[in-house]
């Protein structure tokens, strides 16, 4: 049976005090993306492997920083020493096993993506991918279209967005909560258990994207969702619907909703959802992944039944 725990806006940490709607800590519109002056690191032990790809940075966007490095050592000290924004890292990198990437992640503050270089790809390419938390695979020759689409990319997804769940399920709200944590995006994320209670949060407070449940309010989360697309025109509204909810384009589009996901769903689901809505370009490693989740770090799925 599906929790139901009552709630104004629970807050990132913990629920608020019974009877009391906790305050949301962003206020505001939402700003567009601010141009950046990116440092990215070019890892490979091929010269001229490196002069293309940086070649091809700096005709994009002639204020890139690039700092290259030929091995793994290399790469490890520039991650320590300098605020990486964007990693390409050749499969073949030498002296280099994903672990510096790890380590780095585990104590820096840098949100930074992560491509994985291939000169073709190989069955481990998943596993390696999932070791950096790389955010795309990328093939040589490099593709000047590619490495564009993967900067428009970072521009969005490094600007903090603001998110609110709306489920009547403390269990679903902590996992989806959980499936942000592991995603590229830049997040803040917000909870909530009724309509009503939504409603009043996004009149307060901009949200980027808004998660509804279909089963909130008693099975109206539907309408709840519809009505919260109403008062926030701003926001991308995505339903969640349960086993035997089906929906379809047409539908959201007179509902004036944004996205659909389906129960059970996993992180790579949640994250497609947010590549559609936001129109964002999409990773080709996130539509392998789509078809074949990589087994190496266990995966969060939102059930049926939460």
Not at 18 to 27: F, H, I, K, N, T
Not at 236 to 250: A, D, M, N, P, Q
Request: charged residues 25%; negative net charge.
């Amino acid at each position: 049976m599906a929790e139901h725990q009552p709630a104004e806006l629970i807050p990132r940490e913990a629920a608020a005090p019974e009877g009391e709607a906790a305050p949301s800590e962003v206020a505001g519109e939402a700003l567009d993306p601010a141009p950046l002056n990116l440092r990215v690191l070019v890892a490979d032990s091929v010269e001229a492997d490196r002069f293309s790809l940086s070649s091809i940075l700096r005709r994009i966007d002639p204020l890139i920083e690039t700092l290259e490095a030929a091995n793994g050592p290399q790469a490890e000290r520039v991650l320590r020493e300098r605020s990486i924004d964007i990693g390409f890292i050749d499969r073949r990198l030498p002296g280099f096993d994903g672990r510096e990437v790890q380590n780095w992640a585990s104590t820096s503050k840098q949100r930074s993506m992560f491509v994985l270089v291939s000169e073709r790809l190989v069955p481990s390419w998943p596993e390696i991918a999932t070791l950096i938390s790389a955010y795309e695979v990328m093939l040589k020759p490099f593709n000047e279209s590619h490495v564009e689409n993967l900067l428009k990319v970072f521009s969005h997804i490094h600007r903090r967005s603001n998110v609110l769940i709306v489920d009547r399920s403390r269990t679903a709200r902590k996992i989806i909560r959980d499936m942000f944590g592991r995603l590229p995006f830049n997040v803040l994320v917000d909870e909530t258990d009724t309509g009503a209670h939504a409603l009043r949060a996004v009149k307060a407070t901009h949200f980027d994207v808004v998660l509804v449940d279909a089963e909130v309010d008693d099975g109206m989360g539907a309408e709840a969702a519809c009505r919260v697309a109403r008062d926030a025109p701003r926001s991308k509204v995505i339903l969640i619907g349960g086993e035997g909810r089906k929906t379809s384009r047409s539908a959201l589009v007179q509902f004036d909703l944004s996205g659909f996901i389906q129960k059970p769903f996993n992180g790579a689901a949640l994250e497609s959802a947010l590549h559609d809505v936001l129109k964002l370009w999409r990773p080709y490693r996130l539509n392998a992944q789509l078809r074949w989740p990589p087994p190496v770090v266990p995966e969060l799925v939102v059930p049926a039944a939460a």
